[in-house]
């Protein structure tokens, strides 16, 4: 099991490179990467993946605990960053993510589920 340290994102339409081999990517975004404000720790996420005729469909669900709302309305780009150390990259610029946020009264969750034709890739600088 992996630890989610943090995670950040940058708009899709803000993405200036990209450049994939295999299952690493190198991105470069316009702008410095944004951080979620996340509790450190308290996230968790799951992929799965679905064979058929067209080929590997891939599925990611992130959840995270949020130190205070955000409110983001556009298509993004997320970098997960783990305690080991690594990132891995979750959407592209031509199947972007679209986020979730829930509040209750006590507590504010990040929700992202995408599902595209990559798996979480390996950010390489």
Do not use: H
């Amino acid at each position: 099991m992996k630890i989610i340290e943090s995670i950040q994102y940058a708009p899709a339409d803000q993405i200036v490179s990209w450049f994939q081999k295999k299952d690493t990517v190198q991105v470069q975004p316009y702008l410095p990467w944004i951080l979620f404000p996340i509790y450190v720790a308290s996230g968790d996420m799951t992929t799965s993946d679905k064979n058929d005729k067209a080929g590997n469909l891939y599925t990611v669900n992130i959840s995270a605990r949020l130190t205070e709302e955000v409110n983001i309305k556009e298509l993004v780009i997320i970098k997960v960053n783990l305690c080991d150390g690594s990132s891995l990259i979750i959407g592209a610029p031509d199947i972007p993510v679209d986020l979730n946020q829930s509040s209750t009264l006590y507590l504010s969750t990040l929700s992202i589920s995408y599902t595209g034709i990559n798996p979480p890739l390996k950010y390489t600088v």
